[in-house]
C-alpha cells in the first residue's frame, strides 16, 4: 500500500475502480460454497447495483481505490476490499467509518461460508441472527444476517 489510507465519498470517477474491485473480490465470497457459479459482472447485476446506487458509498483509497462500502439507514449493504490489498486493515477502517456514521443498530447480511467477513463484522461488535437462504450471483446460498446492537 502507498501512502496514508483515507477514507472518503465515493464519486462518479470511481465508479470503473468500483467495478473492477467487485470483479475481482465478488467470488472470494462463495470460494466455500459447494457450487462457485460464474460471476455476474456489477454492471449486470440488477439487485446488486440497485442496492448501490440506493446507498450512501465510500472509497478507502491511497493513490488509487482500494476498497469500497456501501450504507443506507441502520443497513451495511455492500462491502468489499480488492484482494491484492486485503490483510492490510483496509476493511476494518472502512467499516469503522461507515458504522461511526450510523446511531441505532445497524443490520447486514454475509454469506454462512464466508469466515473471514464473519470475523470482521463479530470484532465490530456484530452478533448472529437469522439463518437464511439467498441468490448470491445466481446461485443459492445460506446467509446470515448479522445485527450490531444500537
Not at 459482472?41 to 483509497?61: G, I, K, Q, Y
Not at 437469522?130 to 445485527?147: M, S, Y
Request: contains cysteine; positive net charge; glycine residues 10%.
Amino acid at each position: 500500500m502507498s501512502g496514508a489510507l483515507r477514507i472518503r465519498p465515493a464519486q462518479p470517477a470511481d465508479r470503473a475502480a468500483l467495478i473492477a474491485i467487485y470483479a475481482r473480490a465478488k467470488l472470494d465470497e462463495l470460494a466455500h460454497e459447494p457450487v462457485i457459479p460464474a460471476l455476474i459482472p456489477l454492471p449486470e447485476d440488477r439487485t446488486r447495483l440497485a442496492a448501490l446506487d440506493a446507498s450512501e458509498v465510500f472509497v478507502a483509497c491511497t493513490a488509487r481505490v482500494l476498497g469500497f462500502g456501501a450504507r443506507t439507514t441502520g443497513r451495511i449493504t455492500i462491502l468489499f476490499v480488492d484482494p491484492a490489498a486485503r490483510g492490510a486493515g483496509i476493511g476494518s477502517t472502512l467499516l469503522t467509518h461507515m458504522l461511526d456514521g450510523m446511531p441505532g443498530a445497524v443490520e447486514l447480511d454475509v454469506v454462512a461460508s464466508n469466515a473471514a467477513a464473519l470475523a470482521l463484522y463479530r470484532r465490530a461488535g456484530f452478533v448472529h441472527g437469522e439463518r437464511g437462504r439467498a441468490a448470491d450471483n445466481g446461485v443459492a446460498v445460506d446467509v446470515l444476517r448479522l445485527r450490531r446492537p444500537g
